[in-house]
């Protein structure tokens, strides 16, 4: 699976927008980008995945650029609960029956600020 | 069925003793993980399972560590003679795979402390 590259730590001012950024120059077409949360002493918690289009759910928005070597996840409204360390991870969706263990590096911590 | 749950939350053994953890998935789910997280890194991938086969192991997995899958639901993972260096937290987490596989979804994790 192609590596990502994200910051190691973001503040971001409650109810504001908290955009997340991540490199993922070496990613190949049938890889999609998905994006998990981690809250303290917690399992990893799903977010979004995308392959080209941008995609929308209730809990982010993800923006994948038009090359595909980045996207940005974006929280709208930050609450103090979106406090955590966010990983983004690029995978083959349709792995065909070979393992499709997650490969997480050391994320973002995002840390929102009252 | 509200998730993925590991049993313990917590365990703390003394060194050279064996323990044994508990997954159970999400009921539908076919395909079931077991990934270490020490701290301040993120998860690392163990082993995982499609119905009962054992179909992948990571290096990481040495021969202290067995994990069991006997009926394709409930997974177990035993370590056998505890080092220090196995302190972490052990995740379970479960997928649907098919001709898409869908997202993964994790417990809450089994925090070990070997003293």
């Known amino acids: 699976d192609a590596k990502t590259t994200q910051p190691t730590s973001m503040d971001c001012a409650e109810g504001r927008a908290a955009n997340l950024p991540c490199n993922h120059s070496?990613?190949?077409?049938?890889?999609?980008v998905y994006w998990y949360r981690q809250i303290h002493s917690q399992g990893p918690q799903y977010i979004i995945h995308?392959?080209?289009n941008n995609e929308t759910n209730e809990m982010a928005s993800l923006i994948i650029t038009e090359d595909r070597k980045s996207s940005t996840l974006i929280l709208p409204h930050a609450t103090l609960r979106d406090t955590a360390v966010y990983y983004c991870i690029v995978r083959r969706r349709y792995s065909g029956g070979g393992a499709d263990g997650l490969t997480f590096g050391k994320g973002t911590h995002l840390i929102i600020q009252p | 069925d509200t998730g993925v749950s590991q049993n313990p939350r917590h365990k703390i053994t003394k060194r050279g003793q064996n323990v044994t953890f508990r997954c159970d998935p999400i009921s539908e789910h076919n395909r079931l993980y077991w990934y270490r997280q020490t701290l301040g890194q993120g998860p690392e991938f163990l082993t995982y399972?499609?119905?009962?086969?054992?179909?992948?192991k990571s290096r990481l997995l040495s021969d202290r560590f067995s994990a069991e899958r006997p009926k394709g639901s409930f997974s177990t993972l035993e370590i056998q003679r505890t080092e220090q260096g196995d302190s972490a937290m052990y995740l379970c987490?479960?997928?649907?795979?098919?001709?898409?596989?869908?997202?993964?979804?994790f417990g809450q994790g089994t925090r070990l402390t070997v003293v």
């Open positions: 399972f499609q119905n009962e086969a054992q179909l992948e």
């Open positions: 995308g392959l080209k």
């Open positions: 070496t990613i190949s077409g049938n890889e999609y």
């Open positions: 987490a479960s997928s649907l795979a098919g001709t898409a596989n869908t997202e993964a979804f």
